[in-house]
């Protein structure tokens, strides 16, 4: 089923995606995107999408660590505007800012460079999944604190089950599956 980010996006991902059963644990269907990333056409028409829709509405793109580096990437670099790493804790050097969110046991960190992030700057996030939110909502309360505006959180696959969105109140969400 497709959702905010388009039909021809929405193809893309279900044409290229890999279904990995019993990964990373038993029981679970993994959803892969590296076919996805690995078709050089589809690849770039995915990035050509992505760049067709949100420019002139963004100033930086974020990437969430690790896929959100790989698809926002190149969607900064054809916009001509930077490219903002969102990282798990102890990865990026020099001054960092964090932001500690829930797991189902414990906590994890995510942390950035706050000189990277220009003051009222527009900000896209980018991911491959929403699962929980957990993510999502560390990466957009620190953009927020360093000053910028989160324009949407886009991301290819929207696991529907864990309400990923109800963690995100007040930002706009947009996936081209709903799985």
Not at 46 to 56: N, Q, V
Not at 121 to 130: E, K, P
Not at 136 to 150: D, H, K, P, Q, Y
Request: aromatic share 4%; proline share 4%.
């Amino acid at each position: 089923m497709s959702a905010e980010l388009g039909e021809r996006i929405a193809r893309l991902v279900s044409d290229n995606l890999g279904l990995v059963e019993d990964f990373p644990e038993p029981g679970v269907l993994f959803r892969d995107i590296t076919p996805l990333i690995a078709n050089g056409p589809a690849f770039k028409e995915l990035i050509d999408l992505l760049c067709d829709r949100y420019a002139g509405r963004i100033d930086a793109v974020a990437g969430l660590e690790s896929r959100g580096f790989i698809l926002g990437a190149p969607v900064a670099a054809q916009l001509g505007i930077g490219m903002l790493t969102i990282r798990k804790a102890g990865k990026l050097p020099g001054r960092v800012i964090g932001v500690d969110y829930a797991l189902e046991y414990g906590t994890a960190r995510m942390e950035i460079h706050p000189e990277a992030v220009e003051e009222g700057s527009r900000v896209l996030i980018v991911d491959d999944v929403l699962a929980t939110g957990g993510t999502a909502g560390a990466s957009v309360e620190l953009l927020r604190r360093c000053g910028a505006e989160i324009e949407a959180i886009a991301v290819l696959l929207e696991l529907e089950a864990l309400r990923g969105r109800d963690a995100l109140p007040g930002v706009a969400v947009e996936s081209a599956l709903l799985v």
